[in-house]
C-alpha cells in the first residue's frame, strides 16, 4: 500500500464521464455490460448527471426500443 501521506494528497475527479457501448443491443450487454452500469450507479460510484452512456449497435432500434429490452 502506498504512503499514508499521499493518500491524503488524493482528489476525486470532477467533470463529465461518456461511456460507449459497443454491440449495445447484443445479449453481453444486456446481461453484463448495462447491468454492471446500473450496479455502479446504485453504488454511487458514478453520478447520473456525470455521466453519459452512448450504445452503438448494428440492430436498427430506437431508444426506447432499447430501453424497453433492457428493462425485461
Known sequence: ???PARLSD????????????????????KKKTFPALFHL????FIESHDVHIFGYARTKMSDD????????
Open 41 to 44: 450507479h446504485r453504488q454511487r
Open 10 to 29: 488524493y482528489q476525486a475527479e470532477s467533470g463529465c464521464l461518456s461511456i460507449i457501448v459497443l454491440g449495445a443491443s447484443g445479449d453481453l450487454a
Open 65 to 72: 426500443d432499447l430501453r424497453d429490452r433492457l428493462r425485461e
Open 1 to 3: 500500500m502506498g504512503d
